[in-house]
């Protein structure tokens, strides 16, 4: 549950093991509810644009892959944003920042441990804006990431946890 910045609106989800948990959008006044993208399966990552027209969400593309799906509310497709080509290995994007300009993906090591790297974004047009960054080489994650990283509200910090101790990388490349 969330709500949008203006807050004239909700989203919620209901997860489901089985099955595609859809987006939901409402009003705090009552009424209908209205799916934007209908049976779109979703993580709970979501995150509203400054001007509530768009919903950045952790969900799957149409290989059933981990992607960062673009949501309009205004109608229309929703979009993936593509990461092919940024880096060497997979993908696995798992945070957008608040105001949607930066997105973090982790690529997975042959030594079972994985580089973080932050690549800035426009939801509008749903593509990256620059070349990708690593901010974080050789993590050893131990837990979900929504409980042992966060991204700053700002999108300029993240802190992480690498063996009990907190970290703190910035998403331009900085040590």
């Known amino acids: 549950f969330s709500w949008s ?31 934007p993208v209908p049976l779109l399966t979703n993580w709970g990552n979501a995150k509203w644009s400054d001007n ?22 205004t109608g229309g497709e929703s979009f993936v944003i593509n990461l092919d080509n940024l880096t060497e290995g997979k993908p696995f994007p798992f945070a957008v920042s608040l105001s949607l ?6 690529i997975e090591r042959d030594d ?20 990708a960054v690593k901010i974080f080489e050789g993590w050893h994650r131990e837990g979900a990431y929504n409980i042992i990283f966060s991204l700053s ?13 907190i970290w703190i990388a910035y998403t331009n490349g900085d040590k």
């Open 153 to 165: 509200s700002d999108g300029e910090r993240a802190a992480l946890i690498q063996n009990g101790d």
């Open 101 to 106: 300009e930066k997105l973090i993906f982790k």
């Open 52 to 73: 509530s027209k768009l919903i950045a969400v952790q969900g799957e593309d149409e290989n059933e892959e981990i992607a960062i799906r673009i949501v309009p509310l």
């Open 5 to 35: 910045k203006d807050g004239k609106k909700m989203l919620f989800f209901h997860s489901s093991y089985f099955a595609n948990s859809g987006l939901k959008i409402a009003s705090p006044e009552g009424g209908p509810s209205f799916e």
């Open 112 to 131: 079972g441990k994985e580089d973080l790297y932050a690549v800035s974004i426009s939801a509008e047009e749903a593509r990256t804006t620059s070349k």
